[in-house]
């Protein structure tokens, strides 16, 4: 059967193409428009958004570290400086597997343990700034900086880098003064303007390095850098100069504080000695100290293992935080409270031990056949302790508490460095809070000879003496002599703070106290004369045998026989010239034993090296 041929419409042919050509069109169309809606989105309305973008593929940014403001001792000896170094860089967000990198670049390098640790901390502190960079080792030598750049290339987000670090050319000489900078931690992280510090490493961490930070650290600058794809810089566009700190000048005078250091011999303790005119600091040495360029960089662990852990606390500030019991110190202000008292009115008798009425407990002095009679003068003279548990007994605690904190007993001083503590000076109201106990007469008549809970620190026992030499007025002590900005060579002083002086019923009982301290070192039976032979000026002082441990009653304190731990502490404080004092001294020698035969000689060689010294 034949097959039937069908035959074609041309026309519905023509009329299907036409009509497919003109759904292809207009999809054509709306995509064109799509494009061209979307070339106009973002050539137009988001231009600035992303020619910045574009900007910043190949510029960047870069913070400016600024540079640390110097610090000087009183005659412009330089105590704290920057010193170049090259340091090994990495920016976290160049670099795709950091624990390969680290890894390939210890072989290249030497990288602690503790600088890995160290730069990891820091790593997770600035997560949130991938693009900061970090640095993982300082202080390269020149041979480690050759063998990286040769290898440069290997390592995409590393670089070595020149900063200044700081350095401390006296070391521990007057590191709880100074105190050191540091790598920033989180908790610094949290107080400091995020933008001020992105290029900075680190911060001050105590002593003055801390207290005046704001002042040393500067103000950050930035460098506007074009870079090619590898992030390499091809060069600078533009830049702000960063604003350099602010130099200090402390009242510290770096040779007496060398005396001082030198002094203390083999003894830990405290010294300090101040101006009394204007609260100046002259020496401030808390023995022993430490190497604070250990710090700097990073200390290891098994260094700060040894300082941490040493018997002899090297990182413990005993200037600020050191509380002893002040011993027969507090005698020439016991004096003269009981004289603003009215309560010296008749000499006592010393048979060698002094009881209260009902109550056989002997209370001892340190000579064992006694004194005899004695008058005030005698009393501090020759530091007779029955005459100072009498006066005690008169004076009652609460009465004693209120006078001796006019002395800034029992408060900070407010010196210009932070941690300051407050000592102790005891009363019935403080012992019902702090202890919910009563206060008994027995604890009042030790308090007169500055034991029992009395507590002071050696900058303020400085600060006190300081007042009784210019006879009540009061001035807080300062570290801060003056501050330079940078580039400048006029100097802001800094202003003597007064506090609220101390006026006395009749001003001639500063007379008769200074007396007294004056026999203590120049009378025929004072208890430092031996301190005081040879001297080229005239000095008034006083000294002091701190308890570290009770004694029963019956018992002899035999110091040979005693752990050098426990034995008493030896203290001294002093005033020179009398009649225009200029210096005042406190000592604290720990463990030492006598105050006449240990702490006042030290402050001798402290007065003459100040006294006698060429002026600069």
Same mark, same amino acid.
């Given at each position: ?9 041309? #026309? ?36 600035? &958004? ?8 190949? *510029? ?22 920057? *010193? ?24 290249? *390098? $030497?990288? $602690? ?48 880098? #020149?900063?200044?670090?700081? +350095? ?7 590191? &709880? ?95 300090? @000695? *101040? ?27 098994? +260094? ?23 011993? +027969? ?11 603003? @008292? ?123 003496? @300081? ?57 025929? &039976? ?49 005033? #020179? ?40």
């Amino acid at each position: 059967m034949a097959r039937k041929l069908k035959i074609k419409d041309h #026309a519905a042919e023509t009329r299907l193409f036409a009509n497919r050509a003109i759904v292809a069109m207009v999809l054509v169309i709306i995509l064109m428009l799509v494009i061209v809606a979307r070339l106009f989105y973002l050539q137009v309305v988001n231009h600035e &958004h992303f020619s910045t973008a574009s900007r910043n593929n190949r *510029i960047k940014i870069v913070p400016v570290p600024p540079t640390r403001g110097l610090i000087y001792d009183r005659n412009g000896v330089l105590l704290a400086e920057n *010193i170049p170094s090259f340091s090994l860089e990495l920016v976290a967000e160049q670099i795709n597997d950091m624990d390969d990198t680290l890894n390939r670049l210890k072989s290249l *390098i $030497s990288i $602690s343990e503790s600088d890995l640790t160290i730069f990891k901390r820091l790593l997770k502190q600035k997560r949130t700034r991938r693009f900061e960079s970090l640095p993982l080792r300082f202080r390269l030598s020149e041979e480690e900086v050759a063998r990286f750049a040769v290898n440069r290339h290997l390592f995409p987000g590393v670089d070595i880098q #020149a900063r200044l670090i700081r +350095s401390y050319p006296f070391g521990d000489l007057g590191v &709880h003064v100074l105190g050191y900078v540091g790598r920033i931690n989180i908790k610094e992280l949290k107080r400091i303007d995020p933008a001020n510090y992105s290029a900075t490493t680190h911060i001050g961490k105590l002593g003055i390095e801390r207290a005046y930070e704001e002042l040393l650290h500067g103000e950050v600058g930035y460098r506007q850098e074009e870079v090619n794809v590898q992030g390499r810089t091809l060069r600078v566009l533009n830049k702000q100069p960063p604003v350099a700190g602010n130099n200090i000048f402390l009242n510290i005078d770096i040779k007496l504080q060398q005396v001082v250091t030198d002094a203390l011999g083999e003894f830990r303790g405290s010294a300090v @000695a *101040i101006d009394p005119r204007n609260g100046e600091i002259l020496a401030m040495v808390s023995k022993p100290g430490y190497d604070p360029n250990l710090f700097v960089t990073g200390i290891d662990s098994k +260094s700060y293992a040894e300082l941490r852990d040493s018997k002899d606390k090297p990182l413990f500030n005993r200037t600020l935080l050191g509380q002893y019991p002040p011993g +027969s110190t507090v005698k020439p202000f016991m004096g003269l409270a009981g004289l603003e @008292a009215g309560k010296i009115t008749e000499d006592v008798f010393c048979p060698g031990w002094y009881t209260l009425k009902g109550d056989d407990h002997r209370y001892r002095d340190w000579k064992k056949v006694g004194h005899g009679v004695t008058d005030l003068d005698k009393a501090i003279t020759e530091s007779c302790d029955v005459y100072f548990y009498e006066l005690a007994h008169r004076l009652r605690i609460d009465s004693i508490h209120d006078f001796m904190s006019k002395f800034g007993f029992g408060q900070r001083t407010g010196i210009d460095v932070i941690g300051e503590l407050a000592g102790l000076m005891p009363s019935r109201e403080w012992k019902r809070r702090e202890r919910r106990l009563p206060w008994y007469p027995g604890e009042t008549l030790i308090t007169g000879i500055g034991q029992g809970f009395t507590l002071t620190t050696p900058i303020q026992l400085a600060s006190a003496t @300081a007042t009784l030499a210019m006879q009540g007025k009061r001035i807080k002590p300062s570290l801060l002599h003056a501050t330079q900005s940078a580039g400048e060579q006029a100097m802001q002083y800094h202003q003597t703070e007064l506090l609220e002086p101390i006026q006395l019923k009749h001003t001639r009982h500063w007379a008769e106290v200074t007396q007294a301290m004056r026999n203590v070192v120049h009378g025929s &039976h004072g208890t430092a004369r031996g301190s005081a032979r040879g001297a080229k000026y005239k000095y008034a002082g006083k000294t002091g045998t701190a308890q570290v441990f009770g004694i029963a009653q019956d018992a002899e304190y035999e110091e040979d026989k005693v752990a050098a731990k426990l034995r008493d502490h030896s203290l001294f404080i002093s005033f #020179a010239p009398i009649d225009k004092p200029r210096i005042a001294v406190a000592v604290v020698a720990e463990n030492a034993g006598s105050g006449s035969r240990y702490a006042a000689p030290i402050a001798r060689k402290i007065m003459d090296a100040y006294l006698l010294k060429d002026k600069p």
